[in-house]
């Protein structure tokens, strides 16, 4: 087949710009339908003991199931079910104190209508979203949510785009809407986003990522200054900590109290680091966020810290530990 050009002068741009008009002009029809019938939904969903169960057919589908996602990660147990596949086995996971959240533009879909008469007979809860309360889905739902727009951004307006992007809205509303009546963190939305950005920024502490045991660059105070430089060299974290038999941290000396002590003259081949050393140092709790111990870091322009409790030495953390577990 012979590759298609457009007609010549076609404005790719303004086509864009008007499918955005159009989608503009729906979403603003749709505040009308944050009504009492949002409210009641939300207050059902809330108070749902059982879980959330989102269905549609088609493109309404594919919202379903980003609608579905948004309410699992944002404190309300959800999940998607494909109404032709619940009418095989499926609509075995939908039981008694369920919320089931049916999906469809015109209201007539046969394989969600299917599905109505056995949904009623297990006591479920039933909210449709359709553009047209009069339909089949509307006059059978407990709670109808209208999501109708005044026209589609298709211009043969048969392509959902207009009124998929109402639906997606709506969900995303009554999403939030829960989430901030339900008090929802940021940490708890961590808990289920554990492998994302924000999770190991608010779930990951010093004590998952710092170096512990033999990996811990400390001499003690007896030590002299090339010892520790060696010490430094070995375990590679650019400081070392001068603590005793114990572990109890005497003091930290660094990259950085090197230069000092080059530019003040003493002979590295004969001092003590006692002579040299930072007393004390700074230092965090094992339960310190990752994040926090960053920030601390970034704060008093370092790149190691030591972790501890108390006087106790427990472990190092680097800069590079950071960037390894992906906090930065």
């Known amino acids: ?136 889905m509307g006059r059978a739902a407990d709670i109808h949510l209208c999501v109708k727009v005044p026209q589609e951004a298709c211009p043969l307006g048969l392509a959902p785009t207009s009124s998929t992007t109402a639906t997606l809205v709506m969900g995303d509303a009554l999403a939030v809407a829960l989430l901030k009546a339900r008090g929802f963190t940021a940490e708890d939305f961590a808990l289920s986003h554990p492998g994302g950005a924000l999770g190991r920024k608010l779930l990951l502490t010093v004590n998952d990522i710092m170096h512990s045991g033999d990996e811990i660059p400390h001499v003690s105070r007896d030590a002299s200054l090339r010892d520790a430089l060696l010490e430094i060299t070995r375990k590679n974290m650019g400081m070392t900590v001068i603590c005793n038999d114990l572990m109890k941290i005497e003091g930290i000396f660094t990259d950085g109290d090197l230069r000092r002590v080059f530019d003040m003259g003493i002979d590295i081949q004969h001092a003590s680091i006692a002579s040299v050393m930072t007393s004390g140092g700074i230092r965090v709790r094992p339960n310190t966020l990752a994040v926090d111990a960053l920030n601390l870091m970034q704060s008093r322009n370092i790149t190691a810290v030591m972790v501890a409790d108390g006087d106790l030495l427990l472990g190092v953390v680097h800069m590079h530990d950071m960037l390894r577990a992906g906090v930065v």
Not at 30 to 53: H, P, W
């Open 1 to 136: 087949m012979a590759p298609r050009t457009p007609e010549p002068g076609f404005d790719f741009q303004q086509a864009g710009k008007d499918v955005l008009a159009i989608e503009r002009q729906g979403l603003e029809q749709l505040d009308q339908y944050i009504n009492d019938d949002f409210t009641e939904a939300c207050k059902r969903i809330y108070s749902c003991m059982g879980k959330v169960v989102v269905m549609g057919m088609g493109k309404s589908g594919h919202i379903g199931k980003k609608m579905a996602a948004t309410f699992a990660s944002t404190g309300t147990p959800a999940f998607f079910v494909h109404p032709a596949e619940a009418s095989h086995g499926d609509l075995g996971m939908v039981g008694a104190g369920d919320i089931v959240i049916a999906i469809s533009n015109s209201g007539e879909s046969s394989e969600i209508l299917a599905l109505i008469p056995v949904l009623k007979r297990l006591h479920v809860s039933l909210i449709c979203m359709t553009s047209r309360p009069e339909s089949a």
